[in-house]
């Protein structure tokens, strides 16, 4: 009889225990809540450390430490400890939702999906779940299903001016303007001072070819917010297509002043500079945008073409080199090297690297036609005519014109 109660007289001891160890994680995990408000990642990663090894059956614990690890890019360690966390607490769809997120960041559109749709099922009704989920889905590249969620909360809450805002911006997403349009304008009809519904209409009205109005637009949504660092981007923009280099200019000096963090802003401010010859400025601004995002490839070629034009040709190559070895499955790194190898004069390493483009996307006439133009310029013109008439077979107007000045014998 003492055995069979034995168990029974043990159980409230291990229940105090694990209560115990519970109790002091959690104290734990509170000191390195403050390390992070301080900036102590280090010491704060010790601590969540210490918290996951006092209590190993604590999620919480080890989604402290995750989301630490997401913040200093750590992604791979952050994905161990959200497994953790999921195989401890199956059924939560705060931790799904996180682990989604974080699949986002690490290019596993799939896998990101799937966790969307778990805690979809797991917290349906969830109102913030739903307004993170648009901005997944529309990370995940469908802006069908973001605009799915959309409707369905503006079902709820028809008069949400910020739900509605943000449908217009994933119609522009969607390349539908003359939605997005309608909603900018819908908006305004009720709310004339809203300047975030100014800065929507002027981008769809950039959209539908209508920079002049659209430069109005941008202009009132910073008379509404003058601090409005997006609205200056874009009126800048605006003022570049209207060939207002001198507006365009002091817009984007004013973007990167009030949000100098944003690479698209310093690589737009780089565009205006090299338009105006300023290529040493142009350079500088290119630096700067690909300290903030090393995976801009645009940058980095225009950045390759400017160092070639100011006759650094060692510099312009370390970009192109650095395009291939970031991307080697995207046939536009090969297509960039390859036309960096054609302002080289150098045709034969220019054709194999278009050659690479093509077989990766053999649809795209650009590749062809860049490809007889080199094979043109190294005096190989059957073959490279042979390859401008592919590209006008597949509709390039370039390769027309080409075959125009150069075929015709």
């Known amino acids: 009889m003492r055995l069979l109660l034995l168990p029974t007289l043990l159980l409230p001891l291990l229940l105090a225990a694990q209560l115990d160890q519970r109790l002091e994680s959690i104290q734990v995990i509170q000191q390195a809540d403050m390390q992070i408000r301080l900036g102590n990642t280090e010491q704060a990663y010790f601590l969540y450390t210490r918290a996951i090894e006092t209590d190993p059956s604590f999620a919480d614990a080890y989604m402290k430490r995750a989301t630490l690890l997401t913040r200093l890019g750590q992604y791979r360690q952050a994905s161990e400890d959200m497994d953790r966390a999921l195989l401890l607490n ?25 966790d969307i749709r778990q805690a979809m099922v797991l917290a349906p ?61 819908g908006i305004l009809a009720a709310d004339p001072k809203n300047a975030l519904a100014h800065d929507l209409r002027g981008m769809a009205l950039i959209r539908l070819g209508r920079p002049a109005e659209a430069l109005e637009a ?15 981007y874009n009126r800048g923009v605006a003022n570049r297509a209207l060939g207002n280099a001198p507006e365009a200019l002091a817009d984007l000096q004013r973007a990167v002043e009030l949000s100098g963090d944003q690479a698209h802003f310093l690589f737009q401010r780089a565009q205006v500079r090299r338009d105006a010859g300023d290529l040493e ?3 500088a601004d290119y630096d700067a945008a690909l300290k903030l995002d090393p995976a801009m490839t645009a940058v980095r070629y225009d950045r390759g ?44 390493e220019a054709v194999d690297h278009y050659d690479r ?27 490279g005519c042979r390859d401008l008439e592919r590209a006008i077979d597949m509709g390039s107007e370039r390769a027309r014109e080409a075959h125009a000045n150069f075929c015709s014998f």
Do not use: C
């Open 357 to 383: 483009a093509i077989s990766l996307d053999p649809e795209a006439s650009e590749h062809l036609h860049d490809k007889g133009l080199a094979l043109v310029m190294n005096y190989q013109l059957l073959q």
């Open 90 to 114: 199956p059924m939560s769809d705060h931790i799904l939702d996180s682990r989604a997120k974080l699949r986002i960041l690490l290019n596993d559109p799939e896998g990101a999906e799937l």
């Open 305 to 348: 073409v400017a160092l070639k034009l100011l006759g650094d040709h060692a510099g312009a190559m370390r970009d192109a080199e650095e395009l291939v070895e970031r991307t080697p499955d995207d046939p536009q790194a090969w297509n960039m090297k390859g036309d960096l190898h054609l302002l080289f004069g150098e045709y034969v």
């Open 281 to 283: 400025g142009a350079v």
């Open 125 to 185: 009704y969830d109102p913030l779940l739903r307004r993170e989920r648009v901005d997944e889905w529309l990370e995940l590249g469908r802006t069908d299903l973001a605009l799915l969620e959309l409707d369905t909360l503006l079902g709820e809450a028809p008069g949400d001016a910020g739900l509605k805002l943000k449908r217009g911006f994933v119609l522009l997403e969607a390349d539908e303007p003359s939605p997005a349009l309608g909603v900018a304008e």
């Open 218 to 232: 941008f202009s009132s949504a910073i008379g509404l917010s003058p601090e409005f660092a997006l609205a200056h």
